[in-house]
T-cell receptor
Framework: LAKTTQPISMDSYEGQEVNITCSHNNIATNDYITWYQQFPSQGPRFIIQGYKTKVTNEVASLFIPADRKSSTLSLPRVSLSDTAVYYCLVGPHGSGNTGKLIFGQGTTLQVKP | NAGVTQTPKFRVLKTGQSMTLLCAQDMNHEYMYWYRQDPGMGLRLIHYSVGEGTTAKGEVPDGYNVSRLKKQNFLLGLESAAPSQTSVYFC??????????????FGPGTRLTVL
């Protein structure tokens, strides 16, 4: 599976837009990019997933450039409740690589008032 | 639907004791997973199952055993607990492989302390 690199931590203020970038230089043709959010003392929660270009849902947007070697999770107008750890995962559909799931350390986002 | 539930929520063991963590899901998912999360770390995959009656090793399987006798349940066993197994354990499930394109649903976690 593609190795991912994310910043360890980020700070922001309420109302700002936050962009978290994930690098995945060796992404494969059939790999998807998935982001999870984890609040303290809770299990991770799926946020968004994409393959190329831009994906948007009610929570976030995911920007993927043409070469797909990186992706950016964008959180619009963050609030204190968006303080969490954000994980970027890259991998293909299918069962062949299930045993290699890697969440990594993620990016700890601290939103300040 | 309850989603993914885990039992117990907290547990304290003495070194050498054994215990079983239970994970149950009511979404008819094929895949189930057990992770551990240590302070300041990401999640590490212990074992997983791709269907009823199957199990496979993940990244950190040593000291743990699992069973998937029923599709909806995935059990994680510690035969002889060690302090290094102090961690928060998360169970998850998905329709298919969680490596990409298949959302994993996580339980609330079990906080285990081994003295």
């Amino acid at each position: 599976l593609a190795k991912t690199t994310q910043p360890i931590s980020m700070d922001s203020y309420e109302g700002q837009e936050v962009n978290i970038t994930c690098s995945h230089n060796n992404i494969a043709t059939n790999d998807y990019i998935t982001w999870y959010q984890q609040f303290p003392s809770q299990g991770p929660r799926f946020i968004i997933q994409g393959y190329k270009t831009k994906v948007t849902n009610e929570v976030a947007s995911l920007f993927i450039p043409a070469d797909r070697k990186s992706s950016t999770l964008s959180l619009p107008r963050v609030s204190l409740s968006d303080t969490a750890v954000y994980y970027c995962l890259v991998g293909p559909h299918g069962s062949g690589n299930t045993g290699k799931l890697i969440f990594g350390q993620g990016t700890t986002l601290q939103v300040k008032p | 639907n309850a989603g993914v539930t885990q039992t117990p929520k907290f547990r304290v063991l003495k070194t050498g004791q054994s215990m079983t963590l239970l994970c149950a899901q009511d979404m008819n998912h094929e895949y189930m997973y057990w992770y551990r999360q240590d302070p300041g770390m990401g999640l590490r995959l212990i074992h997983y199952s791709v269907g009823e009656g199957t199990t496979a090793k993940g990244e950190v399987p040593d000291g743990y055993n699992v069973s998937r006798l029923k599709k909806q349940n995935f059990l994680l066993g510690l035969e002889s607990a060690a302090p290094s197994q102090t961690s928060v354990y998360f169970c998850a499930s998905s329709y298919s492989s969680g490596t990409g394109g298949n959302e994993q649903f996580f339980g609330p976690g079990t906080r285990l302390t081994v003295l």
